[in-house]
């Protein structure tokens, strides 16, 4: 069974959280965590206000699982060309977006907008960028140097695509997956993540199934977002 998932806004209302809750927690990396329970929090608002009639209230219905997976009932197809238009307020402008409800968990709706809500959220949560922890975490370790991810206007990692890399380092990062997350010795991901990452979660209709030669994929699913959030939870 999982664990429930509350997020205050900020440390110290988590642990009043905890404390209202009887949640008897150990203080980790950017969360608390009990046996039936984490705690966590975003460090401030994650996104700008709004005013009542522009509020979706379908967006009470989104999870952090609906946008690892996108199933956010995303209503138009908002990619990295769509986000490059944008001179501010990623986010906002995203959540402002028609969510089609009854498809939210429900349905695959390939959209940006998803990993960078997450890369958002990680960086809310953490009080670093999502390169600022691979750099730090990950890279480093591995020896790559200085890596360059594109942003958004506000300087946010944009989560789910634009990070440059040579096919050395693509190669290496295929190697740690081959090794469950370890690295000479030493653990840099948890080897169930490694697991996770290679299952499949919703199942893809198959008029999106079609490759550029028009010809049906032999495989047609969807498998979780890679995020830096599930890499150190």
């Known amino acids: 069974m999982g664990k429930s998932l509350y997020i205050a806004e900020k440390p110290s209302v988590a642990q009043e959280f905890a404390k209202a809750l009887h949640i008897n927690t150990q203080r980790k990396d950017g969360y608390l965590e009990s046996a039936e329970a984490i705690v966590t929090w975003c460090v401030g608002h994650l996104v700008t206000m709004s005013y009542p009639e522009e509020y979706d209230p379908a967006l009470e219905d989104l999870t952090i699982y609906h946008l690892l997976t996108m199933q956010a009932g995303s209503k138009e197809c908002c990619n990295n060309v769509w986000f490059s238009k944008l001179t501010r307020d990623w986010e906002t402008n995203w959540l402002k977006q028609p969510k089609i409800r009854e498809d939210i968990g429900k349905a695959f709706h390939y959209d940006s907008g998803c990993s960078y809500t997450l890369s958002r959220i990680v960086t809310k949560v953490m009080g670093k960028n999502c390169l600022a922890l691979m750099q730090e975490r990950v890279f480093d370790k591995m020896g790559f140097g200085e890596i360059n991810w594109l942003t958004s206007p506000e300087g946010h ?58 010809r049906k994929r032999d495989f047609c699913g969807r498998r979780s977002i890679w995020t830096v959030s599930d890499l150190f939870s």
């Open 157 to 214: 990692n944009t989560g789910g695509w634009g990070m440059y890399l040579t096919a050395g380092k693509i190669s290496a990062l295929a190697q740690l997956l081959l090794q469950k997350g370890e690295w000479n010795g030493e653990q840099l991901i948890p080897a169930w993540w490694t697991e996770e990452i290679g299952k499949m979660r919703v199942v893809i209709p198959d008029a999106l199934c079609l490759s550029y030669q028009g």
